[in-house]
């Protein structure tokens, strides 16, 4: 069994404010909470950036990159406007 925990900060240059982007980055970890993954929100003041920290148990690394896989084209396809860069840690 392997946890992976994945870091992923979004750039949302259409915000104006806090209110918005927490409805951007709510929407979002509801898409992927459908992924079975655990999912905070740890966004500093800028309402510009966004960043968010998923978790899940993957029997392997084949299953790690497939799950990722997954949750990078849900966030290309249902957020296509929006920029943003993962990291992946696995431990």
């Given at each position: 069994?392997?946890?992976?925990?994945v870091?992923?900060t979004?750039?949302?240059p259409?915000?104006c404010?806090?209110?918005?982007?927490?409805?951007?980055?709510?929407?979002?970890?509801?898409?992927?909470k459908n992924?079975n993954?655990?999912?905070?929100?740890?966004?500093?003041?800028?309402?510009?950036?966004g960043?968010?920290?998923?978790?899940?148990l993957s029997?392997?690394?084949?299953?790690?990159q497939k799950?990722?896989?997954?949750?990078?084209?849900i966030l290309e396809k249902?957020?296509?406007?929006?920029?943003f860069?993962i990291d992946?840690e696995?431990?």
């Amino acid at each position: 069994m392997l946890v992976a925990v994945v870091h992923i900060t979004f750039e949302l240059p259409d915000v104006c404010g806090l209110k918005e982007r927490r409805k951007y980055l709510n929407s979002i970890k509801e898409r992927l909470k459908n992924c079975n993954v655990s999912v905070l929100d740890i966004s500093k003041e800028y309402p510009k950036e966004g960043e968010i920290v998923l978790s899940f148990l993957s029997l392997d690394a084949a299953d790690t990159q497939k799950r990722m896989q997954h949750i990078e084209e849900i966030l290309e396809k249902r957020y296509p406007e929006l920029s943003f860069e993962i990291d992946l840690e696995i431990l």
